[in-house]
Each structure stands twice: as C-alpha cells, then as structure tokens.
DNA sequence: GATGAATGAGCCTTCATTCAT
DNA sequence: TATGAATGAAGGCTCATTCAT
C-alpha cells in the first residue's frame, strides 16, 4: 500500500520529473525512472500506488498553485466589483499579463507536463479542463456584475469558454514553444492588445 | 510489404478509424482493430507496413484538404492585395469565419484525431505544425504588403506566430470540445469580434 | 500442387538463389524472394510446394554433380585397383587437386549455399553428409584392395571417416573462406603434401 | 535491465541448453525455453537483454576456456622455442592430442553449441574465427622462429590458415559427429600421424 | 522500508502457406 | 496459370504491478 505521506525519495521525483519530460506519459517506464534513479521499482510502490499516482506527484504543486491562482483572481474580481474598478481585472494590464507569465515559468516543469506530456494521464485534457473551471467561476462572476447592472448583455457560457480558451491558448503557447521567459513577457504585451474583453464582455 | 496504392478494406478502415478516435495514439492496439473488423493482423500489415502508416491513411486525406485550403487561403491573399481588398480577407468576415468552420466539420473524425487522438504519432504536435506552416505564410504575405506600403509597420514572426495559434486554438475549440456544427458556427462569429487583426497588423 | 517438371521462372531461381546466399536458410524470407523477383507468391507456390524444396532445386544440380563426381572417381579406383595403378588416385597428385578445386569453382554458388547457408534446411550438414557418402565408398574400396593384398592392413572405418572429414574440410575450406580460384588451386597443393594418405592407409 | 552478473536461475540455463543444443538458434523459441523451465518470459528478461545474451551466457565458459588453452599454448610454444624443443609442441604428441580432446570433451555442450548450434547468432562461424586468430597466434610464432633460423622458409600465412583448418576440423569433427570421448582419443591418435607439420612447415 | 525476481498479459510485427478469383 | 489478400500461429520483447524475503 503506498504511502504518500512520506517525505519523497528525492530522487524518485527528479527522475521521474527527467523522464516524464522527455517523453509521452504512456511512453514513460517506470523501470527506468527506478534505474535512473537508483532505486528498486519495490521502492517506487511503496509510495506510490500506480504510474498514474506518480504523476499526480509531479504536477500536484503546480495543480495547488494553479487553485490558489484561481481562487485568488476570482476573490480579486469581486473585489473589484465591490469598488467599480471592473476594468482593472478585465483590461488585461501589462503587470497581470507578467504576474501570470511569471506564476507559469515559475513552475515551468510542472506546466510543461501538464500541457505537453500529460496525454495517457488524468490530466490529459488539462488545458480544457482548466478552461472549464476558469470559464465556471468567472461566468458567475459575470452573471454577478450583470445582476448589477456593470455589464449591459450577459454573455453566453459557451461563447466564454471559446473566448477563455482563446485567451489561455495564448497565454500557455509560449511555454509549449519553449520560449524563454524573456520573449513570453515580451509577447503577453501584445496578447493583451488582441483580446477586446471589455468589447466582447459588453462592459 | 505494404500496398498502400490499392483500395483499403473499409472494414479495416473504419475500426481503425474508431479504435483511435476513442483513445489515445498509444493506447490504440493494432490487434483490437483487427479483430474489431473481422480480420487477423496479418491482413492489416497486408496494406500498411505499420501502426505509423495505418494512421497516417487514416488523416491524410484531412492532411490533404489542409494542404489545398492553406495554398487557396495564400493564393486569395495575394488577389486581394493586388486589388487593394485587404480588409475582405483580414477581417474575419461571418463568411470566412464560416467556411472554416464547414471545413473543419466537414473533416470532422480527420481534424478529431490530428488534434486530439495524434500523441505518439508523427502528427503529436499537430496543432503546432500547422500554424508553424500558416506563420510562414502569413509572414510572407505580410512583408510583401509592408513592402507595398499597404500596412504602417512589419509585425514580428513571433508575435505573428502566437497570434495565430491564439486564432486557430480558438477556432478548433468548438470541435475538440465536442460542440455541434451549429454551435461552432454561432460562436465563429464572436471569435471575429474578439481578434483585432487589423488593429494588431497595423493595416 | 507444385510442378516442379516445368520450366521454372529464371527471375525467381535467380533471386532465391542471392536471398539464400545472403542470409541464413532461416533468415530468408519467401516474400523477399518473390517481390525481389516481381512475381507473387502464389507463383512461387505454383512451381514448389514450399520453402524447402525452392531450395532443393538451387542445390539440385550441385548435388548432381557431386553424384556424378563421386561416382566417376569411385569406377576410376576400381579401374586403378585392377591396374595395379593404385597411387594414382590416392597420391593426390596436382591434377587430382586441381579437378576437384575446379570442380567446387565452376559450381561456386551452390557449393556456397550447401556449405554456409543450409543450416534449418535438408541439408544442414551437408559436408557431414557428403564425407559419410565418400566413407562409404572409400572404405569399400579399401576393403577390395585389402582382401586382394594390395595395403598392409585394414583402416578402422570411423577412423576413415575422420581423415576425410580432415581432407575435405580442407578442400572446401577456400570456397568457405571466399579465396579466389587462383588462390584455391595454389593452396590446394600444399594440401596434397599434408596428407599422408599412403602412410595411413599401409599401402 | 538484464543483470548477467547475479546467479542465474539453473532452470532457465538448463532448458535454455536442451533447447539450443536440440535445434538451430534462430529455431529456438524464447517461449519454449521458459514454459521447459517453468517460468514465464518476463523472468527471463530479468537477466538477459536478449535471446543473443542468453545464448551468450551459455557459451560463455567455453569461449574462456578457449581463450585459456591459447594463451597458454601460445606461451609454451615460445618456451620451447627457447629451449630447442621445438618438435615438442610441433609433433603433436598422443599427450597434446589427448589434451585437446579432453578439453573439448570435458566442455562437450559447450562445444556442440558453438560448433553446430551458433548459426544466426554472434558466434555463427565460431570454427573460422577459431581458427583466425590460432592462425594469428601461430604465425607471430612462425616468425619469431624463422627469424631465428629454427625454420627453414616462411609459410605463407594463408596456407598456414588453412592447414589450420584442416587440423581443428579433424579434431572437432568426433564431437559435432557424436562419437564418444573414448573413440575420439583414440582416433586423435591418427590425427597426428596424419598431420606433417614438420614437413610443411620446414622445421 | 526496500528488494528485485517473477508475473501475465499484452505489444507490434513477421512468416510460410492457402485459396477464391 | 497467376494473383495477392488473408490466414493463423508464432516470434521477440516490454510493461506495470506484485510479493516473498
């Protein structure tokens, strides 16, 4: 029975994080992550369950950091809300644009697979599934400031899921293309010049 | 060796078909298609000389019909430059938006397994391929009109290349995301309100 | 039902035969031969009735041949016994030598795939076989010569079979080897003065 | 990973055996040797990469032991080079017969297997390379003594391959053809009277 | 807690051979 | 007589996972 609880054999995750990398996650053995990292495949499976619970390792700071995003940015929203400052958020400003390109290369490996190597894995669809829990907690928001009256039309769910992943495509390309983070900072500037929230959203 | 030249056994085709649209590159096993159509494996590798091929049968003539839409799409471009119609083609007009949108449903199972079925395969970056070959184009087409004056100023190939992947992202999504043609073709429309290109190109 | 009586497609023979002189008899593939040869393998069923006797008819007019050989230096041995001529045949003289290296060069091919590419076919130990037959022969031989008094004693029979195995290993050796004929006939003099067969064999 | 290094299971090894010394290598099936041994062909993997290794680990002995009795061979003849004892190691003495057939039989399967079983795999002509480098060896050797003066002329070293042949086909030959060890001391005996080193090589 | 040999099912691929056309 | 698609069995090999030690 595995046991996650305990501190990690660190270099079970680095290899496996090397491994995990460099290929599909179905084309990814678990014997050679335990060769490369000098342990027994026994030793995998006393902390792990599965192949799949092992990835689920992997990518879990990313997934925490990426529901404290989340949250926080919606929390931010109603902030906002409350103060009438509704375009700050939706503007898509220069410093939001970095905050985010930063908060994804400050976790790089973690992005790269969930985005990239995640196909086989439970966070195959990782993109859209973050894009549906985007599109969820923000057209709540939207229904919210159309109760208000901010918005002059409330916009269609589906249309805002298209738009989000419109937007996140964008925004996750220059790590899935390797950019560095220099270029991704660069190029978010332009990003935010091409997406017309306030023009779509009817604010 | 392989025949791929004489008509395929569609009862291996459209098992095939099936195996890989349910599950990913990898995951797919030869002999459930096989067996699925009612042949042994041996019958399959009568035509195709391996999994590789038998997927690439499968999506080439999406592949194909890609290939004749992005000369055609090129080919316009170049028509409305020279009668200074280049608005009609940059702007997203409702039909545009439309046409690709039939294009894409048209080609339904063939665009389903390029962009969500391919992992594993020659064509796992698939989505990144191709707007790699409509950067390039685009490109081209972008410094001859800044050479012609037409646009103020020459956009980075870069830039130009996120931009297009936030494009085509957003345009494939309503088919990966499983939405009817209808909806697909509602929500095209919004997608032409959201990308500025004109403002972005600087036409 | 294969009819090996008619003529048979020199394309196929022809590249059996560079098939089963490339590889091992194992190794070969009956569908490399045909496609090499531009025919299907129905056609190669036509003519044989399978793997084995294809080979069988590459060999056939090698295995003739030593037939016809063996039998005609068996009757030049009976015809040197009745002439008291004896040491002509079992001297090894330089002509002795040379028709028989001659003999192996004219028929290179099939001596080749007799010698190095039997192995899993009929005729896997073909020079077993082949010294067992000369044994046979020769010992009848000397046991005439014996009873007539023409050698001193009476050689074991394995102990015959041995010595010819020594001999014609060594005989065979050049064309095993890839020497040249030239080479061949020159080595095979030396080989004449190795041999004691008139020591040996008390005459 | 194979790890060669740790014992090895002696049921694996001992059906492994029977099998490679009932039929040709390509012929053996990994299969057949496990279920023999009652395993499945996962455990084998465990310690060998390959069917190659396998066999390899069969032969393994052998080939040491080969490469003990050369080296050894090799420095006695230099020994007696130095002592004027050439004809010693020369004249192959019933004591030298008899020691090579021990040898060989006191490693029969190991022998068998190189000698009859190897096709298709590494050691496929084992009796060429065999010979090479004795020829190698022998020749150094042949040198050395001519520069010496113990010999008369330089034996090509061509001819001298071949007469090697000719003397290691005949002492292998009891074994590939089955005869007992007693049988073949016995006919090792006439081998030697056979063989005139002496003569041909000018001693 | 770690070992690592073993499992057992599965993989892609190849083959000699057959047979309806 | 020739075709060539199909067979059916087998091949070597890999894998995630288990468990006695």
């Known amino acids: 029975m595995a046991n996650p609880d305990r501190s990690i054999d660190p270099r079970i995750?680095?290899?496996?994080?090397?491994?995990?990398?460099?290929?599909?996650?179905?084309?990814?053995?678990?014997?050679?992550?335990?060769?490369?990292?000098?342990?027994?495949?026994?030793?995998?499976?006393?902390?792990f369950s599965n192949k799949e619970e092992l990835f689920e390792a992997l990518v879990a700071p990313t997934l925490a950091l990426i529901e404290k995003f989340s949250e926080q940015t919606e929390s931010n929203s109603y902030s906002f809300l409350d103060t009438n400052e509704l375009l700050t958020i939706w503007e898509l400003t220069p410093d939001t644009q970095a905050s985010i390109i930063n908060?994804?290369?400050?976790n790089y490996d973690g992005f790269r697979l969930l985005l990239c190597h995640a196909d086989g894995s439970r966070h195959a669809?990782?993109?859209?599934?973050?894009?549906?829990?985007?599109?969820?907690r923000s057209y709540r928001f939207v229904e919210e400031a159309y109760s208000r009256g901010v918005c002059k039309y409330l916009i269609d769910k589906?249309?805002?899921h298209m738009l989000l992943t419109a937007y996140w495509s964008t925004m996750?390309?220059?790590?899935?293309?390797?950019l560095s983070r220099e270029k991704a900072l660069e190029h978010s500037g332009i990003v935010a010049k091409l997406f017309n929230w306030t023009n779509v959203l009817g604010f």
């Open 172 to 178: 996750f390309e220059p790590l899935i293309h390797g």
């Open 13 to 47: 995750m680095e290899s496996a994080k090397e491994e995990f990398l460099s290929k599909s996650y179905e084309q990814v053995s678990l014997r050679d992550i335990c060769s490369k990292a000098g342990v027994t495949t026994g030793a995998l499976y006393n902390r």
């Open 103 to 106: 908060m994804l290369y400050d």
């Open 125 to 136: 669809n990782f993109l859209h599934d973050f894009v549906d829990d985007v599109t969820d």
């Open 158 to 160: 589906e249309e805002l």
